[in-house]
């Protein structure tokens, strides 16, 4: 299905789809960027993603209004979590002039909305500053509402959250539609829970097996193989009976692991654990390191990543060389590092993971702060099919978990 297909199944426009010339067009964005201690955006790229939109809908001639959060303020207005860099940054990039008012809502915002020149851009600064965003409050969304005339989302990373700027707002402004960069990841998503290509690998890493119950439940009908690494790989392979010394496992959650991996084996899935592992007695950069094998991890020691021969086989893997796959996959997806990759001596397994994705031939879908993280240290970003924008998003959409937000674009009209 082409994209707006996807769109059109679900009963939401696209932006493509909606009258924007002279329409005040308020597009939630998701500016949650990262700032040094100075204030200064240390990663733009969930700006740079959102370029598109704003290029259409500057060019459709509306007169445009920009909307997110960033950080969690809790209600209160705080110059920590100002959007004001992410207004610098946009002004940088676009090479226009954009406004920051001093709220989202009242005076000084209607009153910039009501006299905004055709070259300007209004970013209403954070949404956050208002605990009736986070309570979904409709008192709120409709302040933000009648600011517009039209409502774009194109905040995947904000859609699994009942928040009133994606759940509330979008509800009140009949004419309402996703967003470019919404509309990619609903299309590149959907595929993979309804018609992935053969054969279909995850990798799912990370810390812990409970935060991704939901998401292997939904692969294991779907997935030709899974392969596990990171932490949560220690309590899948406690399950199996292997000691791993002071390893972060999951005790409450091993009988869980047990069971999942009983459902793997009843569909003939093949799930790939960790073999070896780096270990070392201290989570310190100048940590001495040793490789340990299943069954040799001392009492007093931590894994920190796979070892050589995990990453080996792994690789193996997706280059189709493995006997299990017996072929190439021609899809993986990837969420959860192999380790603790943030230590440059704990990195190896990770990194070896990311280009090995890059380098496969399968449409390769990446998601979650750690692993888009982890390409981008590795250098591979270009080589990704696609870079999921949400992490907790893309896990919820894929373990078919509702999403206010998008739910709330359906039943726009033009």
Not at 26 to 47: C, K, S, Y
Not at 139 to 159: I, N, P, Q, S, T
Not at 252 to 266: F, I, K, M, P, Q
Request: aromatic share 4%; charged share 20%.
């Amino acid at each position: 299905m082409t994209p707006g297909n996807v769109l059109k199944a679900q009963g939401i426009l696209s932006v493509r789809d909606l009258h924007l010339q002279n329409k005040r067009v308020l597009l939630r964005a998701d500016f949650n960027v990262p700032l040094d201690g100075a204030g200064t955006i240390t990663d733009d790229a969930r700006i740079r993603a959102t370029l598109p939109t704003i290029e259409l809908i500057r060019k459709a001639e509306a007169r445009l209004i920009l909307c997110s959060h960033l950080g969690r303020p809790k209600g209160k207005k705080s110059a920590k979590y100002s959007l004001e860099p992410v207004g610098r940054r946009l002004a940088e990039l676009l090479q226009c002039e954009v406004i920051v008012p001093d709220d989202c809502v009242g005076d000084a915002a209607i009153h910039l909305i009501a006299n905004q020149r055709s070259n300007q851009l209004i970013l209403l600064e954070n949404l956050r500053y208002h605990a009736g965003e986070e309570d979904n409050s409709e008192e709120f969304a409709r302040k933000l509402a009648d600011l517009c005339d039209v409502f774009v989302c194109d905040a995947f990373g904000c859609v699994h959250r009942a928040h009133a700027s994606v759940s509330a707002l979008p509800r009140l402004v009949p004419a309402r539609g996703a967003g470019l960069l919404l509309e990619r990841e609903i299309e590149v998503l959907s595929r993979l829970t309804t018609n992935p290509e053969a054969p279909y690998v995850a990798i799912l890493g990370g810390a812990k097996v409970s935060d991704k119950i939901e998401v292997i439940e939904s692969l294991l009908p779907l997935v030709h193989g899974l392969v596990v690494g990171g932490a949560m790989a220690y309590t899948f392979l406690a399950a199996q009976g292997f000691d791993m010394g002071k390893s972060l496992v999951e005790k409450d959650h091993v009988g869980l692991a047990r069971h999942l991996l009983g459902r793997c084996a009843e569909k003939g899935t093949p799930v790939w654990l960790p073999t070896d592992h780096l270990c070392a007695t201290a989570i310190a950069a100048d940590a001495a390191t040793t490789v340990r094998l299943n069954g040799e991890v001392g009492a007093e020691e931590i894994a920190v990543d796979i070892g050589p021969d995990t990453i080996a086989r792994y690789a193996a893997v997706l280059a189709g060389r493995d006997p299990l796959l017996r072929e190439a996959p021609r899809t993986v997806l990837w969420n959860g590092p192999m380790g603790i990759f943030e230590t440059d001596a704990f990195a190896a397994g990770t990194m070896a993971v990311a280009r090995a994705v890059a380098q496969s031939t399968a449409t390769s879908v990446v998601g979650g702060g750690d692993s888009v993280a982890a390409i981008q240290k590795a250098g591979v970003t270009p080589m990704i099919s696609h870079i999921s924008t949400g992490g907790g998003a893309s896990l919820e959409f894929l373990s078919g978990q509702p999403m206010p937000g998008i739910a709330a674009l359906r039943g726009g009209r033009r």
